[in-house]
């Protein structure tokens, strides 16, 4: 059974910036799961003291409590990524479809953040009339233009990755008998 000391690519050619940046990831990347979680306790709190008073405010309070744990999930899944690809591998991705797929599932992440928020959004300004629908109206936009650019990233990357996937999967084997 390998535990989480083992799984931490450690090089014992490390230079001092990489020790330094690793730590310097990690403290970081606990930092944001830390105020990650603060953010989902505070919507739920909001949620329980609007719901403790008048029903009126409920659904305000449901919305805004969908808001802060959109968001706390979006934090987390950056502070994840962080802590996986700079703390425990501690290396640069060396394949290209690993990278491609690393960021991909990054930035679908938080795609559906925003679009989740523009939805949260959505519904509050319908509530208070359509006059206010400009601001809800741009965060869905930026959706579409990070899929978008999703899209035109992978289409390229995709390319690149044919030209140079035999090479970089010689050069990986080679580094895993050494």
Do not use: C, H
């Not at 730590?23 to 970081?28: D, L, M, Q, Y």
């Not at 579409?144 to 084997?173: F, H, T």
């Amino acid at each position: 059974m390998a535990t989480a000391k083992s799984r931490v690519n450690v090089d014992a050619g490390a230079t001092p910036m990489e020790i330094v940046s690793r730590v310097a990831f990690g403290i970081s990347s606990l930092g944001l799961m830390a105020m990650s979680l603060a953010l989902s306790f505070y919507g739920a709190y909001e949620m329980y003291v609007a719901l403790s008073g008048s029903l009126k405010d409920a659904g305000d309070a449901l919305l805004g409590a969908i808001g802060y744990l959109v968001i706390s999930v979006a934090v987390f899944d950056v502070a994840k990524y962080f802590m996986e690809e700079e703390v425990i591998r501690g290396r640069e991705l060396r394949i290209a479809s690993e990278a491609r797929r690393s960021l991909t599932k990054f930035v679908s992440t938080i795609s559906i953040a925003v679009f989740i928020e523009g939805l949260v959004l959505v519904f509050r300004a319908s509530k208070d009339g359509s006059q206010n629908s400009f601001y809800p109206t741009l965060v869905l936009l930026t959706g579409i233009l990070i899929i978008i650019g999703l899209g035109i990233y992978q289409w390229l990357s995709v390319k690149v990755e044919m030209q140079v996937d035999v090479s970089d999967k010689a050069e990986e084997k080679k580094n895993q008998k050494a």
